[in-house]
C-alpha cells in the first residue's frame, strides 16, 4: 500500500463529517423522544418515523434532513479519502452507501401492515445496500498498510465494528423476511431494536473512520 502524506489527509473534510454526523444523531435523538408515543423503538424501524406527527406537522421531512445529513457528513468522508488516495472500491463503496441513504431519504417506506409497493420494495432494497456497503468499505479500508497509514492504528477496531455491523444486518435482514413470511400479526423479531442497534455500530463505524482525518489538525 502506498505511503500516505500528512498533507494528503484533510482535516476539513473530517471537520465537515463530523458537522454531518453529528446533526443526524441530533436529530434522531430529537425523533426518538418526542414520537415515543407513536413509533416504537422496539418493533418499528427507523423509516417509519415518516408516518410520526409533530402536532400538526407530519415527521416525514424531519426524517429526510437526518438521512441527508448523515449522507453528506458520509459524502465529506468518500472526499476525504479520495484525497488520501485510498482503494477506488472503497471509495466507491462509500458512495453507494451515500447514494442509498439519499434514496432512503426522498422515497418513503410502505407503513406497516400495507402491501407492498415499488417505492417501498425500493426503499428497503435502498438500505440494505446502504448498511452492506459501510462495513464492506471499511474493511478493505483497513488491509494492512505501512506504519504511515493513518488508519493502521485503528485497524482492529474498525475490523471490529465492521463485523458487528454484518451480523446486525443479518439479525434484521432474517427478522424481515421471516415477517414478511409469517405476516405482521406473528412478527417474533423487533426489527426496530435491532436497526437502531445497526444504526449506532455504522455511526461508531463512521466516527472511528473520520477519526484519522480530524486527528491530521493536531500533528
Not at 9 to 36: C, N, Q, Y
Not at 67 to 83: E, H, I, N, P
Not at 99 to 115: R, S
Amino acid at each position: 500500500m502506498p505511503t500516505i502524506s500528512r498533507a494528503a489527509v484533510s482535516p476539513v473534510h473530517g471537520r465537515l463529517a463530523l458537522v454531518g454526523i453529528g446533526a443526524a444523531v441530533v436529530i434522531a435523538t430529537d425523533l426518538h423522544l418526542r414520537l415515543s408515543a407513536q413509533i416504537s423503538p422496539i418493533w418499528q424501524t427507523l423509516s417509519e418515523y415518516v408516518y410520526g406527527r409533530l402536532g400538526d406537522h407530519s415527521a416525514a421531512r424531519l426524517f429526510t434532513v437526518m438521512c441527508l445529513a448523515l449522507a453528506l457528513g458520509s459524502l465529506a468522508l468518500l472526499a476525504g479519502l479520495v484525497k488520501a488516495r485510498r482503494s477506488p472500491a472503497v471509495v466507491i463503496l462509500l458512495g453507494v452507501w451515500c447514494a442509498g441513504l439519499t434514496i432512503c431519504a426522498t422515497v418513503p417506506v410502505d407503513p406497516n401492515g400495507e402491501a407492498r409497493s415499488f417505492d417501498g420494495q425500493l426503499h428497503n432494497a435502498a438500505a440494505l445496500t446502504a448498511f452492506l456497503a459501510l462495513p464492506t468499505a471499511a474493511w478493505l479500508l483497513t488491509r494492512r498498510g505501512g506504519r504511515s497509514c493513518p488508519w493502521e492504528p485503528r485497524r482492529t477496531t474498525i475490523r471490529r465494528l465492521a463485523v458487528a455491523s454484518f451480523a446486525s444486518v443479518a439479525v434484521v435482514l432474517g427478522g424481515f423476511v421471516f415477517t414478511l413470511i409469517t405476516g405482521p400479526a406473528h412478527q417474533e423479531v423487533t426489527l426496530g431494536l435491532f436497526e437502531r442497534l445497526l444504526f449506532t455500530v455504522d455511526l461508531a463505524l463512521l466516527l472511528t473512520m473520520v477519526r484519522p482525518l480530524v486527528a491530521a489538525s493536531r500533528r
